[in-house]
């Protein structure tokens, strides 16, 4: 009942514990994105987001749901677009640098800026999606942003992956040979074009 004006106090049970709700989020893996824009002083912006759901497909359509008072947030809104860079499995230290409080973030890592006007992280990212904001809607203390995507760029390379609140990878399995699929070898580190 997200988005309608019911008060909590009038639900049968109070919300579930957080730690609870976290160790059952924290059991479903998901890949990890860096969320980028620049901010009105022309500043690159970025956050790392596990919060990517594929919502259409014509057109195609994400969404990424960021917390009110993110630097990345407010540049996602003021310019209207942004990049998701889907991280591989050599980036994990990105990813880390990315959900701290730390001055000045893109020094520390190679970027350029899209065509469409979000930083790419060129040498973290096995995959961008350049998007321009279509929709926003505020769902307690987050935000949910819509994106409509112009311009996509991936390359084969094991994905970074989050659960159980550690760092793992996914190699991408090879194609089933006579019925049985074997473990594949992805090349991180490879550079979407
Ligand atoms: C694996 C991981 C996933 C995260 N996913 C999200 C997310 O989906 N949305 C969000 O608001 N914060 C998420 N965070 C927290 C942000 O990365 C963190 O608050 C970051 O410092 C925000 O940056 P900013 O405030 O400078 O924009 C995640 C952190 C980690 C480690």
Request: net charge neutral; hydrophobic share 40%.
């Amino acid at each position: 009942m997200v988005g309608t004006s019911r008060a909590d106090d009038t639900f049968p049970e109070p919300a579930a514990p957080i730690w609870e709700y976290r160790d059952f989020m924290s059991s479903f893996p998901t890949g990890v994105a860096v969320v980028t824009s620049l901010d009105t002083a022309g500043e690159p912006q970025g956050m790392t987001c596990t919060s990517l759901l594929s919502v259409t497909l014509r057109p195609p359509t994400l969404l990424v749901s960021l917390r009110h008072g993110s630097a990345t947030l407010a540049a996602v809104i003021a310019r209207g677009v942004f990049s998701v860079n889907l991280l591989h499995a050599g980036a994990r230290e990105i990813a880390e640098l990315f959900s701290r409080p730390v001055e000045s973030r893109f020094s520390r890592v190679s970027w350029r800026l899209s065509a469409h006007g979000a930083p790419w992280l060129v040498d973290a990212a096995l995959g961008v999606a350049d998007c321009s904001v279509v929709g926003a809607t505020d769902v307690r203390d987050h935000r949910l942003v819509f994106g409509e995507v112009r311009h996509v760029s991936v390359c084969e390379s094991d994905a970074l992956l989050y659960g159980r609140r550690r760092f793992g990878s996914w190699a991408v399995p090879a194609p089933d040979v006579g019925g049985r699929s074997t473990s594949g070898t992805g090349s991180a580190g490879t550079s979407p074009r």
